[in-house]
């Protein structure tokens, strides 16, 4: 291949690689604290689980 050539790679995949708006309407929206607040839940949950067993 010459230098001034293309060798294809980032651009022959650019138009598989799509992009969507996460503010749409149809968004769900999570508030990142009640993300934080289930992940305590249930990693007290499994706790509490595995003392039992």
Avoid: C, H, W
């Avoid at 294809?8 to 992009?19: E, T």
């Amino acid at each position: 291949m010459s230098s001034g050539q293309n060798s294809g790679g980032l651009m022959s995949s650019a138009g598989l690689v799509r992009y969507f708006d996460s503010e749409g309407r149809d968004a769900i929206r999570i508030d990142p604290k009640t993300v934080i607040a289930f992940a305590v839940l249930f990693g007290v949950l499994v706790q509490l689980v595995s003392l039992m067993v």
